[in-house]
């Protein structure tokens, strides 16, 4: 399994704006893309960062999530909502 993680920060007073967006790509993901297992969404204690954590059954699977068109959607509206994004990539064993 492809296992990819990803910290948002978005820019000062844009988290109420990202997060609809985001929740709504990570549901798109789990429906509509048989190679992703899990796309969790989590918000830091202090609501300033948002945490993802997918499975793909592997690392073609990701390519395909990223090539879809609610994934494009997504990455054009969030653009200038975000400061960061660190993105890191593991296997599972």
Known sequence: ???VTVIFEPHAG??????PLMLENARLSLADEPGCHRFDVC?????????LYE??????????HVETVHFKAFDRAVADLVAQK???IYKLL
């Open 1 to 3: 399994m492809y296992v």
């Open 55 to 64: 499975l793909y059954t592997d690392e073609a699977a990701f390519g395909q």
């Open 14 to 19: 844009q988290m109420e704006a990202f997060l």
């Open 86 to 88: 660190t993105v890191k």
């Open 43 to 51: 918000l830091s204690e202090d609501g300033n960062r948002v945490f």
